[in-house]
């Protein structure tokens, strides 16, 4: 069999052997590292080489690595860096300062995480921030501007780009306005559709800027009254495909998220039936090593072979990583910090 469309997890900072003979066999598109397997930098740089000598060819390996509370490499091993939210305030006193730090904030992740062995991160956030809804999204996104979210996101996948380092949009097709956490109920957003265009252009604007998506938990009642968009036919084709018009490839969020309802091999089932690629699956909820990996395998069997246009779309991801540009990182450390004064935390 080929590569499978999923994104899987691990339960901790080595491979297991039941973890092993299961990765062999499910040969998937990606693995994303949680907090959990990530202790030092050795371990870590020691557990992405053993993940790519399992599965023997160059997988790709996926980070939630956004900055502030979203973070899975944390000090004292690594270098804290800003939320989103802490470039918007800057843009917003000064927009060449704000353009500088993102690009600068984001390089010096990829920097991080390629030293690790990390070729993809879960970042940036692109949704507009809505004060008056859950502080779910909050201070991970960028601004309550659309220009400026615009504006923010493309230095920061250019940063993450240019260290070699392949980012992704989400929470497609916006879920700044969501009044509850995915992570434990079905947001709904009850905004009407001339409304909600605004989000979707700032989507429209990037989709040129990326090549991988991540759907959001979220039902739009305008649109597809009671169906988050991860399992919505009418979001995936036609808001995010057609209306954003995006063609990069299209993962879902955590298929964990209670959001969803129903069992996992239900939700990955009506995913993909909706036009998700890829399912990614993390298992932030457990903490035993076999509970884990029954989900792995649940999400892996309903997860086919990628084919057709979807393998089109990743190979173009894979194809998309170079190799990192020319970078001074001392002096880079020293102008972000520079530029970020009393917003940044713990980056150098």
Known sequence: MGV??????ISGPELLKSERNFLRQANPWGLILMGRSCENREQLKRLCNEIRNCLGYDVLIFIDQEGGRVARLRPPHWPAFPPAAAFGDLYAANKADGLEAAYLGHRLIADELQAMGINADCAPVCDLRVLATHDAIGDRAFSASADAVKALAKRALKGLSDGGVQGCLKHMPGQGRAEADSHYDLPKITTDIAELDTDFDIFSELSGHALMGMTGHVCYEAIAPGEPATISDAIISGVIRQRIGFDGILMTDDLGMNALGDTLAVRGNRALAAGCDVLLHCSGFLKSPDDIL???ESVADCAGELEGVSLARANKVT???GQPDE?????SRRRFSDLMHDRMNGVG
């Open 294 to 296: 029954a989900e792995m």
């Open 4 to 9: 499978r469309a999923c994104i899987l997890s």
């Open 327 to 331: 970078f001074d990182r001392d002096a």
């Open 319 to 321: 194809g998309g990583i």
